[in-house]
């Protein structure tokens, strides 16, 4: 999962936005917290970029969840950044159970990080 030197773009958007672009890009209706878009594995795979991917996190939904768990704004964030990157990592919690439970792990391995 080594990933040194690679570009990172993040964009912080609001549920308009953000559900246009889940909408567009993977047919799914509707706001969400987090979209990842990844550098590698498009049409042609064999191409090396300097970009990891693109990072879009909804504000309005980040603030609802940050309401809704009781905790702060700033630690939502966060996750939100971190479970982006994770998927631009290759990491999908939607494969099965068993990649949902690794991604979460490795979600709280790296919030736990930037706590300290």
């Known amino acids: 999962m080594a990933c040194h030197e690679k570009e990172l773009s993040i964009l912080f958007t609001d549920n308009e936005r953000i559900a246009r672009l889940n909408d567009r890009y993977l047919g799914r209706k509707g706001p969400t917290n987090v979209l990842a878009f990844p550098m590698s594995g498009g ?69 736990a990080l930037i706590r300290n």
């Open 43 to 111: 049409p042609e795979p064999g191409v090396e970029s300097g970009m990891l991917g693109d990072v879009v996190i909804s504000v309005d939904t980040a603030i609802n969840e940050s309401e809704d768990l009781d905790e702060p704004l700033e630690h939502t964030i966060d996750r939100l950044i971190i479970h982006g990157i994770l998927h631009l990592l290759g990491f999908d919690h939607e494969k099965s159970e068993a990649e949902a439970r690794r991604m979460e792990k490795e979600e709280e391995r790296l919030m």
